[in-house]
C-alpha cells in the first residue's frame, strides 16, 4: 500500500484530508475511491485509511484502523557525519533513512574541504530534509529521520555524547571495535561519527576520547567517507536483529 | 604507503617494475629513490618494496619483505546483482570492493529495466573492472574483486548455489533472515542475490529455491535494489568479524 507522510493535525480522529503534494502524488498514482493507503505522522503508527472522495487537490480519507508502526528500528542511531565534498551528504541522507537511522547530523571538521556558508545552508537543509522524507515513504519507515548541521565539530561531540553508547569511527584505531562497543554497552540509543575525506585528525580524536565517545575501528579495509556511516550503521541494525 | 596493483609475473624473486598507468600514477605522486610502496598481485601476499630508480615511464623496486596481506578477508562473498538501472552498478562494484567482496556478478532478471547488449558489454565490462581496481587500490585490498556479467538469472542461480551458503534477498519473505541463515551454516563461501528495481518475480524464486538458495529477509525496511547487496554483504563482513 501506498504510504503518505502527513503533519499530526492531519489525522483528525476518524477522518483525514491528503493536499497539496500528497494530493499530486495520489493523482499521478491513479488513486480513486475505495483504495487504501497508509497515513504516516511520524507518532510510530500505521494509519490504515480507504479513499473516500477524490476532488481537485484533495483526498478524503476514512481511518479504518491504526497499527503501531513495524517498520521503526528498536534502537535508536544517530549519524553523525562530517560534510563531505559534492553530493555525498545526499547519497548518505538517503541511504541512512532506508537502513533505519533516527536522525542524520552533519558538521565540520579541521579537514572538511567543503562546508556550505550559512546562506546557502538554509536551502540545503530544506533539500536534504526533502530527500529524507522521499526515502522513508519509499522504504516503508514510520518516521522521517530529522537532518540537521551543526557549527562547529566541539557541539557534534557534545551532542553524540549523550547517546547511551557513542561511537567515533577511526581509521587508525587497530584493537577496539563497534562490535566490542555494542556488546559493552547494551542500550537503546546510540550515536555513530565519522570523518571526512582527510579524517579526523589527532586533536580531534582526543577531544573525541575526552568527551566519552569510544573510538572503533571498522576492520582493516579503508572506507570512503561516504561507505563509513552506512557500514556502521548496518553493522549495529544488525547486531539489534533489525535486518531480520 | 601506496599500494600497486601487478600482474604475478611483475614480482620477480627480489625485483619488480613498475611500468605503464603504475609508473604514470608513482610519477604523479612524486614517488622517488628510497620511497616505500607495497606490490599486490592477488595472491594474497603484500610484497613491501623500496623505490631503487625512477626513470621514464619505469620505475625499478627492490622487494624488502613479503607479508601476507591482512586486509583480505577470511570469508570469501560473492554480490550477484540484476542489472540495475543508470549507473547504480557501478557504485555497488566500488563500494562491494571497499567492503571486501571477492567477485562481483551481473545477471539479467525478468523485471529489469536495463539490460546491456553484448555489443556494449565488452566495453561496460572493462570500465567495471577498472573501478573495481581503483577501488581495490584505495581501500587497501591485497585482491582486486573479479567482475563479470552472465547471459541468464538460471546461469547466475547455478553459480551462486555452488557457494556454500547460497542466499537470495526478498523483500516478501517475511520470517527466515541473512542472520538465520549465516548461522544455520557456519563455512568460508557465501553468495548474496539481489535483484532489480521491481524485484524478483515469484517463478524466478521458485527456481531459485529449488536449486538451493536459501530465500531470506533483510527487515522490514524495504531498501532499494542498489541498497540492498551493500547491507547484506555488510551482515555479512560483521558477522564474521571482519570489521573488528
Redesign the interface.
Known sequence: MTRFFVSPDVVNGKFAVLTGENATHAKVLRLKEGDMVVLCCGDGQDYNCTISHVAQGQIGLVVQETLPS??EPSVRCQVFMAFPKADKLEHVIQ?AT???ADEIIAFPSQRCVSRPDSKSLGKKLERWQKIAASAAE????GQIPTVRALESFREAVKLASQAENPVLLYENEENY????ALEDTPCKTVSLMTGPEGGFTTEEIQIAKEAGLKIC????????CE?AP??AL??V???Y????
Open positions: 513495524h517498520t541511504k532506508e537502513l533505519g519509499q522504504s516503508g519507515r571495535s563497534l562490535k566490542n575501528t571498522l576492520g582493516p579495509r579503508i572506507l570512503r561507505t552506512l557500514c548496518t553493522a541494525m544488525f547486531f536483529g533489525e535486518l531480520d
